[in-house]
């Protein structure tokens, strides 16, 4: 099992820049990685994820403005968020799921897997 914790959430005005980190404690190995993201009223959804094989995907509201990516050595999964916009207002969660993590790669929330507590991220217009 692995622990997570995330940080790096912060206000920001529209077109700006975060750097969200996800701390892990415990064994790191070859999990999938991915971030998520709840707004009020709404579902958690799938933002990005890394496969356990080094491959990325990323959902069409974010694609070509955030970028993930992992250090395994530090055991920290990123998430660098450039252009922001007020519609990613969320808590952002990071997740862990073992191979071959079907429903992550969708970037659908996994039956199994860690869960942070989440780190509310704030755009303002």
């Known amino acids: 099992q692995v622990q997570l914790v995330e940080s790096g959430g912060g206000s920001v005005q529209a077109g700006g820049s975060l750097r969200l980190s996800c701390a892990a404690s415990?064994?790191?190995?070859?999990?999938?990685m991915a971030w998520f993201r709840q707004a009020p009223g709404n579902e958690r959804e799938g933002v990005a994820v890394i496969h356990s094989n080094g491959g990325t995907k990323y959902a069409d509201s974010v694609r070509g403005r955030f970028t993930i990516s992992q250090d395994i050595v530090k055991k920290t999964l990123y998430l660098q968020m450039n252009s922001l916009k007020p519609q990613d207002t969320a808590i952002y969660y990071c997740a862990a799921d073992a191979p071959p993590c079907y429903d992550m790669w969708r970037l659908s929330r996994p039956q199994t897997g860690s869960w942070g507590q989440g780190t509310q991220v704030t755009v303002s217009s």
């Open positions: 415990g064994y790191y190995g070859r999990y999938c």
